[in-house]
C-alpha cells in the first residue's frame, strides 16, 4: 500500500530564507509525486509533479523538488521565502497505472508554512 | 466553467439531517473525484467517477455516503444521517480523464454537524 509521510506539521522561516518541506514515501511500484499548495479557504493548486525522466523538477512560484528513489523522498524547496507563500503544502503519491497513467492520489497530512517579517 | 464549483460553500446542519454537496466540474473533464478534509485525517480520497461510473467506492466511510453522477457533468454527494464525526471539508476535483492530466480543485464545501 502506498502511503505518504510530511515530517514536521508546522514550519516557520523568515521571509528571504530557504524554504525545505520535507516528504517521504513508500510505494510498491514506480511512483507518481506532487506537490500541492492551499491558501485558507481555498482547494488545493499543483505546485509541480514527478512522473518519469529529470529528477529535479521545477514548479510555480519559484519551487522545485527533487525525487531521490534511493531515499524515497521528494522534498519541496524554495530559495527565498516570500510572504505570499504562507499556505498548507501537501505532499501526494499515486501509482503508474495501464501504461503509464497514474492512479488515485494519497495525500500526507501537510505541512503548515508560516513565514516570517 | 472556468474551474471546478462547489456548492454550497458553507453548511450548517443537525446530526441526523441528510445533506446533498454539489461539485461541477471543469467543461470536457471526464474524470471527477472527491475527497474529504478533516482536523487530524488530512485529505482522504472518497471515490471517483470517470464518465458516469464510479469502478472504486473503496473510499467511502460507511453506508450513509452516496455519489452519482449523471451526464458526465454535475456530480452530488449525499450524506444520510449525519454525524458530528462527518463535519469537514469536502473537496472535489477534475481532471481530463482517470489517470490523465492534473486534478484540479474546487474550493471546498465546510460542512459543521452540530
Known amino acids: 500500500a502506498q502511503s505518504v509521510t510530511q515530517l514536521g506539521s508546522h514550519v516557520s522561516v523568515s521571509e528571504g530564507a530557504l524554504v525545505l518541506l520535507r516528504c517521504n514515501y513508500s510505494?510498491?511500484?514506480?511512483?507518481?509525486l506532487f506537490w500541492y499548495v492551499q491558501y485558507p479557504n481555498q482547494g488545493l493548486q499543483l505546485l509541480l509533479k514527478?512522473?518519469?525522466?529529470?529528477?529535479l523538477v521545477k514548479g510555480i512560484n519559484g519551487f522545485e523538488a527533487e525525487f531521490k528513489k534511493s531515499e524515497t523522498s521528494f522534498h519541496l524547496t524554495k530559495p527565498s521565502a516570500h510572504m505570499s507563500d504562507a499556505a498548507e503544502y501537501f505532499c501526494?503519491?499515486?501509482?503508474?497505472?495501464?501504461?503509464?497513467?497514474?492512479?488515485?492520489?494519497?495525500f500526507g497530512k501537510g505541512t503548515k508554512l508560516s513565514v516570517k517579517p | 466553467g472556468a474551474g471546478v464549483s462547489q456548492s454550497p460553500s458553507n453548511k450548517v446542519t443537525e446530526k441526523g439531517k441528510d445533506v446533498e454537496l454539489r461539485c461541477d466540474p471543469i467543461?470536457?473533464?471526464?474524470?471527477l473525484y472527491w475527497y474529504r478534509q478533516s482536523l487530524g485525517q488530512g485529505l482522504e480520497f472518497l471515490i471517483y467517477?470517470?464518465?458516469?461510473?464510479?469502478p472504486d467506492k473503496s473510499g467511502l466511510p460507511s453506508d450513509r455516503f452516496s455519489a452519482e453522477r449523471t451526464g458526465g457533468s454535475v456530480s452530488t454527494l449525499t450524506i444520510q444521517r449525519t454525524q458530528q464525526e462527518d463535519s469537514a471539508v469536502y473537496l472535489c476535483a477534475s481532471s481530463y480523464e482517470w489517470g490523465v492530466g492534473p486534478q484540479h480543485f474546487g474550493d471546498g464545501t465546510r460542512l459543521s454537524i452540530l
Open positions: 501526494a503519491v499515486s501509482d503508474q497505472v495501464r501504461g503509464g497513467s497514474q492512479g488515485n492520489l494519497i
Open positions: 467543461s470536457g473533464h471526464t474524470a
Open positions: 514527478y512522473t518519469t525522466g529529470a529528477t
Open positions: 467517477f470517470q464518465g458516469n461510473s464510479a
Open positions: 510505494s510498491s511500484v514506480p511512483p507518481y
